[in-house]
């Protein structure tokens, strides 16, 4: 245990509450309290359990949900198209009877992206650690959690003892102060990061990210930066837990009620970090600084703000960073110095666990209402679960978006990953809100170019990525 | 777990950095309940063309790459997902080293769950390397995790070090779920404890 005199970050508190054994080589016994599972990465962690005859530690400290293999269409309910998905989708549904975990189905109205779930029902609580076998479970420290993801193995070793082997990472803040411009959002502040601090520049660290354009952001809003945190090499994000925090939670079918929600409170309120803690690694951004952003390349960090010209490798001295940008801009169609404005898109995907709750969906049907999608682009919104879904309809938002010619989808990661049907075809281009441009990331080939919800609802009427801030304008 | 010594072979040179786990194994690939038989599609956007047939240009189909067990490789090797399809492709594939300036956070440890060593040493170290590793036939070095040493095609030595505990499990072997298990009497005491002072969890 390290000294808890001394002051300490959130991370370290967290952190030394649930050590349960040190070993003398510093690797660390850690508990966790909460666990996400979905279909793609946990069937190899279950059939290890059933190789070695082991059981569930603790099942009530778990929640399934399907999300990346679930068809959007609305006629799911009779046909999931690939038969492999349907075996993925079965197999996650018998598990879960067999080994006695909380199971969302596809048809549930809880259903959605797990990232998206998990907050939503409660599950997800500030000072826990949370963990899944995804690696954008860091959306969850937006509620000052530690929350990261994790591969099959450790899945497997979570269910069978409900801790994980872990060195301590260090500690890293991001700091943003001041007040965001008119049409600018936590999404291009997450890219913004990326852009200052690279794809690793926090690997080995957890971000805490501090400052008032932070404490600003709406509980969905921190959640979009969280999610990001492992795109600039962070496993884990966290924004310390305040009233707003306390607000979303309270009345959650899985949060605490009565006393004990005032005394978790309580415990919650404790849970900041100390006046002089350390900091390995600092960084501080300006909010006025940040325009909306949009990736040319194929690595989030590959970003710029929206008024910017595609980048010359010329331009480059590090000879890697030279052939990876001449690389990125062969496989993005995309020709040095063209100002990111005239770049033409095809396809629009508003959604994703960066992008698919009730906040973003408002962002793009403001954009969209009146409008029209342009000829020829094919634009999807998929909410990020049920509740989204019918939060949205409930506010009438799903007419805004189809009359505007948008197309309204059934809850999942969809697009995301394309690992259902919806995907780009080869040199499709596509204004995307998720959270990763990697080659083949919306399926082989495929263009993308990471925004926001209001970016990508602007590029679906013009066309043409598209700075959105004379839009919003126009909308008054 | 397989146990892992020495591996003598030939060494890929992959200078591409930022090669992120989609690119290692695209998701379309992701659809098995199985950890087998992922080998025949590590970097299949890279490996193949659209119709199927392969890639000349990629290093791991040019010979006497093909059968390389070492992986030299660019910065922040293994960004991205956090799909551990990618370690059991690569393992599947043949490689059961990879040495690199970095490696992002979640694909290092799920490495080490599958008997493949990722090994973290300097830009100029893996430059040379590197080098060593673009001639060919010529390229032979042997990793020996016990000395924690990689002997080059000249004969030239370099010291890598890792993580005790994960060295001990890859020597030996070992699964970390019987070990953690044989912890089982704490982990009790601790629920019990956080039981009492958080009832809500
Ligand atoms: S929405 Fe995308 S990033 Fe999020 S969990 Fe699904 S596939 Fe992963």
């Known amino acids: 245990m390290s000294d808890t005199a001394s002051p300490r970050t959130l991370y370290d508190k967290i952190w030394d509450s649930h050590v349960v054994d040190q070993q003398d080589d510093g690797n660390c016994l850690i508990y966790i309290d909460r666990h996400i599972i979905h279909e793609v990465t946990s069937p190899q962690a279950f059939e290890g359990l059933r190789m070695t005859g082991r059981k569930l530690r603790r099942p009530s400290a778990m929640i399934a949900v399907p999300d990346h293999n679930v068809p959007t269409t609305s006629d799911r309910a009779t046909r999931v198209d690939d038969p492999q998905s349907q075996i993925q989708l079965e197999t996650l549904e018998a598990n879960c009877k067999e080994f006695g975990v909380d199971y969302i189905p596809m048809l549930d109205a809880r259903q959605g992206i797990v990232h998206i779930v998990g907050p939503e029902q409660g599950f997800t609580l500030p000072g826990t650690t949370i963990v899944c076998g995804d690696s954008h479970t860091s959306t969850h420290g937006a509620f000052g959690a530690l929350a990261f993801g994790i591969g099959t193995s450790e899945v497997e070793h979570v269910m069978a003892t409900q801790t994980l082997i872990l060195r301590r990472s260090k500690n890293m803040r991001?700091?943003?102060?001041?007040?965001?411009?008119?049409?600018?959002?936590?999404?291009?502040?997450?890219?913004?990061?990326?852009?200052?601090?690279?794809?690793?520049?926090?690997?080995?660290?957890?971000?805490?990210?501090?400052?008032?354009?932070?404490?600003?952001?709406?509980?969905?809003?921190?959640?979009?930066?969280?999610?990001?945190?492992?795109?600039?090499?962070?496993?884990?994000?966290?924004?310390?837990?305040?009233?707003?925090?306390?607000?979303y939670l309270q009345g959650r079918p899985k949060a605490p009620k009565g006393n004990t929600y005032e005394q978790a409170v309580a415990h919650w309120k404790t849970l900041q970090t100390d006046e002089g803690a350390h900091f390995d690694k600092e960084v501080f951004l300006k909010a006025e600084d940040i325009a909306p952003q949009v990736t040319w390349g194929t690595s989030p960090q590959d970003v710029l703000a929206v008024t910017d010209v595609v980048p010359n490798p010329e331009d480059m001295d590090d000879g890697n960073r030279k052939a990876a940008t001449e690389r990125a801009l062969k496989y993005m169609g995309l020709e040095a110095g063209t100002p990111l404005v005239e770049i033409p898109i095809q396809k629009v995907f508003i959604g994703s666990c960066t992008n698919a709750r009730i906040e973003d969906i408002r962002e793009a049907a403001v954009i969209a209402k009146g409008r029209q999608v342009a000829d020829g682009v094919e634009a999807l919104v998929v909410p990020g679960s049920g509740l989204v879904k019918a939060q949205a309809e409930e506010e009438g938002l799903d007419k805004i978006l189809t009359a505007a010619g948008f197309d309204w989808r059934e809850p999942g990661c969809s697009m995301c990953l394309a690992m259902n049907a919806d995907k780009l075809q080869p040199q499709e281009r596509c204004a995307s809100t998720s959270n990763r441009n990697f080659e083949g990331r919306q399926g082989p080939g495929g263009r993308t170019h990471l925004m926001s919800p209001a970016m990508a609802a602007a590029a679906a009427v013009t066309g043409y990525i598209t700075d959105v801030r004379p839009m919003m304008k126009e909308q008054g | 777990m397989e146990k892992f010594t020495t591996i003598r072979s030939v060494a890929a040179p992959m200078p591409t950095i930022n090669v992120d786990t989609d690119m290692i194994i695209p998701q379309q690939h992701l659809k098995t309940i199985k950890r087998t038989g992922l080998g025949k599609f590590a970097f299949s956007n890279l490996r193949y063309h659209a119709d199927g047939s392969e890639n000349e240009d990629f290093v791991l189909n040019k010979e006497p790459y093909r059968t390389a067990q070492i992986l030299i490789a660019g910065d922040n090797f293994g960004c991205g997902s956090s799909r551990e399809h990618a370690p059991w492709a690569l393992t599947d594939f043949g490689l059961r080293v990879i040495i690199a300036p970095s490696f992002a956070d979640i694909f290092f440890g799920n490495c080490f769950k599958n008997g493949l060593l990722p090994i973290t040493l300097p830009q100029e170290t893996v430059d040379k390397l590197m080098d060593d590793a673009g001639r060919g036939?010529?390229?032979?070095?042997?990793?020996?995790?016990?000395?924690?040493?990689?002997?080059?095609?000249?004969?030239g030595v370099v010291s890598f070090s890792i993580d005790p505990f994960r060295r001990h499990c890859l020597l030996n072997g070992l699964d970390d779920i019987g070990l953690t298990l044989e912890k089982a009497d704490k982990i009790s005491k601790f629920e019990e404890t956080q039981k009492a002072t958080q009832p809500w969890l």
Do not use: W
Request: glycine fraction near 16%; charge should be negative; aromatic fraction near 4%.
């Open chain 1, 174 to 247: 991001v700091d943003v102060s001041g007040e965001l411009g008119f049409g600018v959002t936590a999404k291009d502040i997450a890219l913004a990061i990326i852009g200052a601090i690279g794809t690793a520049g926090g690997t080995g660290h957890v971000i805490e990210y501090t400052g008032s354009a932070i404490r600003g952001l709406s509980m969905e809003g921190r959640m979009t930066l969280c999610n990001m945190a492992i795109e600039a090499g962070a496993r884990a994000g966290m924004v310390a837990a305040d009233e707003k925090t306390f607000a």
């Open chain 2, 137 to 155: 036939a010529n390229a032979i070095m042997t990793v020996d995790l016990e000395k924690q040493e990689i002997t080059g095609p000249d004969g």
